[in-house]
């Protein structure tokens, strides 16, 4: 009798049939992963300022320029140590515009004016976004938390699919899953393009978080179960270049398309070509095996052998370990149900929110650097590439734990170091934030990689939906903690680094799975690194009684 991954070993660990496979469900990641990001640009807000419509018509009589405009009604004001026109107020010239409108544009300027909030709306400087949300519902001032709330919602959308897909696909299977939320995503994307209402708009930016992010979830663990142990690492590593990508994809998508419904449709569409892939993509025979489907799962395997050039033994038989896995179903509590399991997942949870956070924040606050928006939004995805190779090439050598902390602790001191840097040394400034991206995007990729390794096929989906539930609530923060910098310059780049900190060196509690078998039921994975001096025997010893056993009606 043989294990899945005892069968790779004679069918190939990662051969062309799986590289197949593999771009197949990875290949609809891309655009999922870009709704992800695409407020930055759908919800980009421009230079505004208040509008005038009763000075309209005189300002135009008088060919007056625009800062000759502003400077008749716009007052300045001081922000960050720069003096510039207001954004959110205007001057009260209700008491100098008679029946000679003309007047208004005599008055003296040292004249001790009065000032109001922009009753009658802003205008919009469109030479850089010719449409936005922003734009479209008016997010700014005392709106602009609007904006910020409506990539919360986003994520709240993720963290909700992600818990509700994750365990799903582990009831019903990944295959029928995964096309499913991947169909539903092309739906609400389209949807969420021709929507005029503010709250229509939060709506579906919510359904759109749901159905996306599980896309790119059910394909990281398909892509883990059909690879070998010695491939995991690199099958991980190559869907997490999907976000460094997408943000790449973005920016030149952006650049190209200034208005946002046509942005919102170009991110949409690609995706209803890939579910044309149906008929290619098998279900997970790791997951067969898991629900006792052996012959569906050898024939699966079968096929795999004979596109990879390979004969299986035909003495080979898969083993029977049903009544230990689907023996009832498996939900969420099973996680923190054992003290081992309880201790791994809380510390996974951890690190999940803390990585989020500084990756998220990161990625959305660009439009608050120096210089260019598209060339420092393409920048943060270019330097996620260096971040998630290097960690495939070193936890292949080095193991999950310690390359983790570094990665982590890295990204947090650029981020807190960047916070007390002058502003007249912006270039320093970004140089650290992307050294902070860099250490958040591989950070990211070990986690991913070492969730999907620590919990047991039959929770596995469920286990990485659970921690992406924490990892949002990081990811619902992220846009408001940009927010925090109107009490202290400095305080948002530190609420992003200082807990990456701390959850890098509370990583190294959690077990090494280099090189090991994935656990495959619950047992099995509250053993798991139970042993400080060896993982390589994770099975209870014969005198060692199962807490997992004892929890189980006899």
């Known amino acids: 009798m043989a294990d899945f991954d005892e069968v790779l070993q004679h069918i190939g660990e990662l051969g062309p049939y799986q590289i197949w496979l593999c771009f197949l469900v990875y290949l609809p990641a891309l655009p999922c992963c870009m709704h992800m990001f695409s407020l930055v640009f759908i919800g980009a807000t421009p ?16 060919n007056a320029s625009l800062a000759e405009r502003k400077n008749v009604t716009i007052p300045w004001e001081l922000t960050d140590d720069v003096w510039d026109y207001s954004s959110c107020a205007r001057y009260n010239l209700s008491g100098y515009i008679s029946a000679n409108s003309t007047a208004a544009m005599t008055f003296n300027m040292a004249t001790n004016l009065s000032t109001t909030e922009c009753d009658a709306g802003w205008e919009y400087d469109r030479s850089q976004f010719q449409t936005s949300v922003s734009i479209e519902f008016d997010l700014v001032c005392q709106r602009k938390w609007l904006n910020n709330l409506a990539q919360s919602i986003l994520m709240i959308g993720v963290l909700f699919g992600s818990v509700l897909f994750g365990d799903l696909s582990d009831r019903y299977g990944r295959k029928w899953t995964f096309f499913i939320v991947l169909s539903l995503q092309v739906i609400f994307g389209v949807a969420n393009a021709f929507t005029h209402s503010y709250v229509t708009f939060v709506f579906l930016r919510f359904l759109v978080g749901a159905c996306a992010y599980p896309v790119f979830m059910i394909a990281f663990v398909i892509g883990q179960e059909i690879v ?21 994809v973005l920016a ?51 096929l795999m052998a004979k596109r990879n050039g390979k004969t299986l033994p035909s003495d080979i038989r898969l083993e029977n370990k049903t009544q230990t896995m689907v023996r009832g179903q498996h939900s969420a509590l099973d996680l923190v149900r054992t003290p081992n399991m309880m201790k791994k997942s809380l510390l996974i949870f951890f690190n999940w929110f803390a990585v989020t956070i500084m990756y998220y924040g990161l990625s959305l606050s660009t439009g608050d650097l120096a210089g260019d928006d598209y060339v420092n939004f393409f920048l943060v995805g270019v330097v996620e590439v260096p971040g998630y190779l290097t960690s495939y090439l070193v936890i292949d050598r080095l193991g999950r734990r310690v390359p983790h902390m570094l990665y982590m602790v890295v990204g947090g001191v650029a981020c807190v170091t960047a916070a007390f840097i002058p502003k007249h040394l912006s270039p320093l400034t970004i140089t650290l934030v992307l050294i ?113 056993e004892m929890l189980e009606p006899q």
């Open 228 to 248: 070998g142990p010695s491939k995991r690492a690199l099958a991980g590593s190559v869907i997490e270049l999907a976000f460094g990508a997408a943000i790449m």
């Open 47 to 62: 230079v505004h300022y208040c509008a005038t419509p009763e000075l309209d018509a005189v300002l135009l009589e008088r």
């Open 436 to 548: 902070g991206k860099f250490g958040a995007a591989g950070a990211f990729n070990i986690i991913y990689i070492w969730t999907g390794e620590l919990y047991p096929t039959v929770v596995r989906n469920v286990g990485v939906g659970v921690s992406v539930l924490w990892s949002r609530c990081g990811g619902i923060a992220s846009p408001f903690i940009a927010l925090l910098k109107d009490v202290w310059g400095p305080l948002p780049l530190i609420i992003l680094g200082a807990p990456a900190c701390l959850a890098g060196a509370l990583a190294l509690l959690l077990p090494e799975t280099l090189g090991l078998p994935l656990p495959q039921t619950m047992e099995e994975a509250e053993h798991f690194g139970r042993r400080r001096r060896t993982n390589e025997q994770y099975m209870p010893e014969n005198d060692v009684e199962s807490d997992f």
């Open 252 to 302: 030149g998508l952006a650049y190209a398309i200034r208005e946002w419904t046509f942005l919102q449709l170009a991110i949409t569409l690609p995706s209803a070509v890939c579910i044309l892939s149906w008929w290619l993509v098998p279900e997970s025979p790791r997951w067969l095996i898991a629900r006792g489907r052996l012959e569906e799962a050898m024939d699966i395997i079968q």
